[in-house]
């Protein structure tokens, strides 16, 4: 992998990515409304809905990755799915959101439309992913891409918040019919991602099998229990997972109590719009920053220091009394500690990638960069614990009068709590990632034989 990639494929990396976020924002905002406000589906039947289908969410994890190991399709083992996945998966999620019959009919095609669909998300997401290793083991390239990856991520998320909540409105209003409304939205924003998945794969036709075994040649073949044993070889990886989901917990928990903090501890429930768009603005100029900040002190400390700015923040929120304003301030500034290691985030898997090679010399690109997903996934329920934790600890009701009980109850679930699970995961990443100096020192030591 001497050459150098074309600056096409390096800044628009992140293109699939700016697609995938548009597209999945629908399901992440406004999946239940859609079960519960445009279907009429019961309550119970709905929360059913949502717990079946966040069982499978967390099972297809490993499973992907598994299926992305094994494949080896003729347009490149990882490029192959961003043809073939994209439209599987746009048609899927269609039905997903897609009003027919009675409410139990609702529910099932659903449910199938999440199940089979979110298999299918997971392994062309995660071929996305894997191909920042795969296209060229250049450190400073891979964090490049990384960063730009997280700079389309913040432009997804900002493009939905503007333009993707108000379609759903105004369609559903020109329709007079929200089922139908979120369906159109769908159909839209699933043709958009697909466009994007195949932008990249056209502009990747040269680089096709770099990193893996055409598809003519004798295939990578290792068994399932081979796969997974390599994750308990890579103590690196490990400590990447943990210190990760500590990160997704923090946000996830953020977003999740941000309405309870601003209408019962700060009184601003007007002030949280603003704050929320601070938040992807923050997350986008970070990611802009990535590329520089890890030139000058390394994806890993870079990773490790912004995180603690993130803690810091929180801990601070949660020692002092502060107004609606300087709470804002704070918080935006420790978000920093959010935005900036998710845009370096791919890079440090493809660097784990490299370390299981390194150890065992079995490369397992596509399993691995499969799990980047897991962080996300468990993050999300140990967010759903603590805020169910949180309130009830204060007894919490709609609409009760903020006592002082359910005023610390908030902030120990959104401040302390997530803290709590950062540092755990800062302090087991710190002390795994020091056997990737291993690798470093070992590569660096035959660079200067070969060299003499």
Not at 20 to 39: C, R
Not at 290 to 319: D, E, H, M, Q
């Amino acid at each position: 992998m001497a050459d150098k990639l074309k600056k096409s494929v390096i800044y628009l990396y992140g293109l699939p990515s700016f697609g995938f976020q548009i597209f999945i924002y629908v399901e992440l905002m406004f999946f239940s409304a859609f079960l519960t406000d445009a279907v009429k589906m019961p309550v119970a039947l709905a929360g059913s809905v949502l717990m079946i289908t966040s069982i499978f969410d967390l099972i297809w994890v490993p499973v992907a990755g598994i299926i992305l190991q094994k494949s080896n399709l003729k347009w490149g083992k990882f490029r192959s799915w961003l043809l073939i996945g994209p439209p599987v998966a746009a048609v899927l999620y269609v039905v997903q959101f897609l009003k027919i019959g009675d409410p139990m009919t609702n529910a099932i095609t659903a449910c199938a439309g999440f199940i089979v669909g979110h298999l299918v998300f997971d392994v062309y997401y995660s071929a996305h992913i894997a191909m920042n290793s795969a296209l060229t083991d250049r450190v400073d390239e891979r964090v490049k891409m990384s960063a730009n990856r997280g700079i389309f991520n913040a432009l997804g998320s900002l493009t939905f918040s503007y333009v993707g909540v108000r379609a759903i409105q105004e369609i559903s209003k020109a329709l007079n019919d929200p089922a139908l409304g979120y369906t159109t939205v769908v159909i839209m924003v699933a043709l958009f991602m697909v466009l994007c998945y195949w932008i990249f794969f056209f502009l990747t036709k040269e680089y096709a099998f770099r990193g893996t075994v055409p598809v003519t040649q004798k295939k990578e073949s290792m068994s399932v229990p081979e796969i997974l044993q390599e994750l308990f070889h890579n103590p690196p990886l490990i400590g990447l997972l943990l210190i990760d989901l500590g990160r997704y917990v923090g946000k996830f928990v953020v977003l999740g109590l941000a309405f309870y903090y601003f209408k019962y501890v700060l009184n601003d429930l007007p002030g949280m719009a603003i704050f929320m768009t601070g938040l992807t603005v923050v997350m986008l100029v970070s990611a802009t920053l990535a590329t520089t900040v890890s030139k000058i002190f390394g994806p890993r400390k870079a990773y490790v220091g912004a995180l603690c700015i993130f803690i810091a923040g929180l801990l601070i929120t949660w020692l002092v009394p502060m107004s609606a304003t300087a709470f804002k301030i704070v918080m935006l500034v420790s978000f920093i500690g959010y935005g900036l290691p998710d845009a370096l985030v791919v890079a440090m898997y493809a660097t784990c990638v490299d370390y299981g090679e390194w150890r065992t010399g079995k490369n397992v690109r596509g399993f691995i960069m499969a799990l980047l997903t897991t962080p996300i996934k468990v993050g999300n329920f140990i967010k759903s614990v603590i805020i169910t934790t949180a309130l009830a600890s204060a007894s919490y009701v709609a609409d009760m009068t903020p006592t002082p009980e359910l005023i610390q109850a908030i902030k120990n679930g959104f401040c302390l709590y997530p803290a709590l699970v950062m540092i755990f995961g800062l302090v087991v990443f710190v002390i795994l990632s020091r056997k990737l100096k291993d690798m470093e020192n070992d590569l660096a030591a035959k660079k200067a034989s070969a060299e003499n």
